[in-house]
């Protein structure tokens, strides 16, 4: 049984590290491989470190961990390096969105066309792509053969920027915003087992193209789930939104995951809008408090992490990697439901985590095919999309690499052209701009942008964000000091 | 040699017929064709009839006239339709316009989502795209066989639509934008015969992507062409304003034509930007001073006409299609230099007209081979665009057909994918909410107008245009009333 090598970038962030460890316990064809933890975080690397031994070792696993801030060791010798990192952190987005709402740009100037806010960068965030840039070139110095997983946002932008930049390096990109088709077969009380589906367009910008049950359509059923009596439960529970139907009718398909918030400024324009379209009290994730309930649900994350490292060191031997145990623990410690019921899920034992970096490594190292929901370079898949723009698309996995699967019924013509092509636009301009060094493609998303209302507030919205300490690197790469 | 039969609807343009007739009668090998003149109003009817019998007389011709209200007379047994009608008139288009600009649309609702502003509708005229595709239904019902030949706007929606609606019909759309080049080649005092060029595109959005003289690559001197002292001699004067040589190092290649004017809403917002961008004093065709001065112009062509016409008929046995004679005429009662300069170039005997409608009957009836700029469906020719849009591409047309050229080098990704998607965006947006009778797609157009701020301005103005005493129809296709 083959033992792979598995670089983590950005592996402060515990939940996601550990799931990845767990998975590949789980899998159970991977004994003794090694993982290299890597965060410029020197607290959160040592955290993650005590964790991911004791993880490794309550779950009778015989992996072996590095923790380093140097990312060549992240990467060399590597079967596969999985991107997780958000350069700047969620500090920068908010600089960067209160500089913008300063400008008259409401929820900040970051978008994905059809969104307006979110914490996946498109263009303001020039470390991050750089980052990307970067890691992808010292694989291919360091490591050619290895796997390059992105995890990290923008996925869309990201992909076809290393595929473009340093097209010899392997990179897939993954996201699970696809879990949204499970939420609408499990409120119709489907098996996934009895469902034929299939999704595709880019990463946050996906559509049910088929939804077949039992052999027959079932596509008239999730039309029916609309309900006027629909309340969320959190922010990000939008799958069955008044928006998602309305985007429904009106591109002919139904958006799934994250798309539902990529719905266009015209539902996002101010808190009454977004709460008539993704319900009360918040108007969806992309609202001031939304988003506050997210960043608080992210800290609490943060901050039970740091608990049960803190119990780990102090408690050598007891084991806390247990469903109840754990959820006791962080419920005595004041952690709300919503976050210790995120992060026991790492100790359920029996099933693995919804990632699909593991399944991506036992098909391809181990040969056990999968069926992932992958980002790669179009190459003909979906009609009257470039080639070398990625979509995310079904794909079987396997020793030999990626197949996508023939896409049918293929999407709708108002899906690409309606709205696929606006949000490529997007991604060329931000992509072109870095490739080219051309800052004036990245001021031309601002010039579109509907709330840009003269030259001056882009001018000067711009220069106070490539002013600010983080965008030495930007200013250098695009020549503006 | 072969006679045709040559339907013009909206002959009551009366420069533009005699010009067809002219350059009929010029060709020479299509003596004894009748033409059937067509227009809704009377009065022009009437004068262009007695123009172009007059013309056709002096000229030596021998041409048969039929002047009609009847839109099946136009069609039946033609060989080709020429549509050059705009429905409503320039006063539907300034109702609109005012409609537009009342609910704070600056230079009103229409564009062509790079312009905001023309006499190009995209989607305010239901009346205009419903004619066309009735002209299209009556020619495969009525002269299967014909040539519909589009010169009416808009040419991208129109021709698109009816490729779309009526797939059987044979259909081209031509603009004279691509002169263009003629003038970059003047200006660099080349000769046309040495010049190696091309243009590709949409309608109104054609880009040099070829420009060889004598054998090398000459397009560093299209660049050097841009100028400080630049200054536009009259408003549609913009081939080597500011605008095109910031386009060109925007997009990497120069726009020919109304592709200036497209140059998107940054660029149009007010007066001083145009100025700055068009020159002083209009600031382009598309402001208000600029727009008068068209609208004087025209209204002074159709007020020559008009005496010319009168002229004729008061004096059944003089001469009056002769440069000097007609020019001394004009002058004589105070029509202004820029419409008798342009009137007078009807009389013109040694040479055919810019217009290519004619030349393509030359080719497609009498097999002498042409090289024309036309808009037909893409079908692989220019990539990344869909097969079922219309693009402009030049293309040698014989007794065969149209035979496109191969478009090399192709147009820059620049200008595929920052340019032309939105603008195709745009299209299927009005096609497509006109064929599947989707208001909501109309509708859509205006919530994704940069100068939308909020529902109810999309609402009330859209309800204001189609309560407008033109719409009618509009409301019974949409199912609005």
Request: proline share 5%; charged share 25%.
């Amino acid at each position: 049984m083959p033992s792979l090598r598995v670089g983590i970038i950005g592996a402060g962030s515990a939940v996601f590290s550990l799931r990845i460890i767990g998975d590949l316990i789980k899998a159970g064809i991977f004994p003794e491989s090694g993982i290299v933890l890597m965060d410029v975080d020197r607290k959160r690397l040592e955290n993650v470190g005590v964790l991911a031994r004791r993880f490794n070792e309550e779950s009778g696993g015989n992996m072996r961990f590095i923790e380093t801030q140097n990312l060549d060791e992240a990467i060399r010798d590597s079967d596969y390096v999985v991107n997780t990192a958000l350069v700047g952190g969620h500090e920068y987005l908010e600089k960067v969105r209160s500089i913008g709402e300063k400008h008259g740009y409401y929820r900040g100037v970051e978008a994905q066309e059809f969104n307006m806010v979110s914490d996946y960068y498109t263009f303001t965030n020039f470390n991050q792509l750089n980052y990307f840039v970067k890691i992808a070139q010292k694989i291919a110095e360091l490591s050619p053969k290895a796997w390059l997983i992105q995890a990290a946002n923008p996925v869309f932008e990201g992909v076809t920027l290393i595929t473009r930049m340093v097209p010899d390096v392997n990179v897939v990109g993954f996201c699970h915003g696809h879990y949204g088709v499970h939420e609408i077969a499990r409120s119709l009380g489907m098996d996934m087992n009895k469902l034929d589906w299939q999704v595709a367009g880019f990463n946050h910008a996906i559509w049910l193209n088929r939804f077949v049950y039992d052999g027959k359509d079932a596509y008239h059923l999730v039309e029916n789930l609309e309900s006027k009596d629909w309340k969320p439960t959190n922010p990000f529970d939008d799958q069955l939104s008044p928006m998602a139907f309305e985007m429904l009718r009106k591109y002919g398909m139904m958006p799934i995951g994250d798309t539902v918030r990529n719905s266009s400024w015209r539902y996002h324009r101010n808190l009454d809008t977004k709460k008539k379209w993704y319900g009360e009290p918040w108007g969806g994730v992309d609202s001031k408090a939304g988003w506050e309930w997210y960043r608080k649900w992210l800290e609490g994350v943060v901050n039970s992490i740091e608990l049960v490292a803190d119990y780990v060191k102090q408690h050598p031997r007891e084991e806390i990697f247990e469903v109840n145990k754990l959820s006791e623990f962080l419920k005595s410690h004041g952690v709300p439901e919503s976050v210790w019921k995120s992060v026991v899920r790492i100790a359920e034992r029996d099933k693995m985590s919804a990632e699909q970096h593991v399944p991506f490594m036992m098909a391809v190292s181990a040969g056990i095919k999968q069926r992932l929901i992958v980002n790669i370079p179009n190459r003909g898949v979906l009609k009257d999309i470039p080639d070398d723009v990625v979509v995310e698309i079904p794909a079987i996995v396997d020793k030999n690499g990626i197949h996508p699967e023939e896409i049918s019924p293929p999407l709708t013509d108002e899906v690409v052209r309606m709205y696929l092509y606006p949000r490529m636009t997007r991604m060329e301009l931000a992509v072109r701009g870095f490739m080219e060094r051309k800052f004036e493609y990245i001021k031309e998303i601002l010039y579109r942008d509907p709330r840009t209302k003269s030259d001056d507030q882009v001018e000067n919205t711009l220069q106070e964000i490539i002013n600010l300490p983080e965008n030495v690197g930007l200013k250098k790469h695009y020549l503006l000091s």
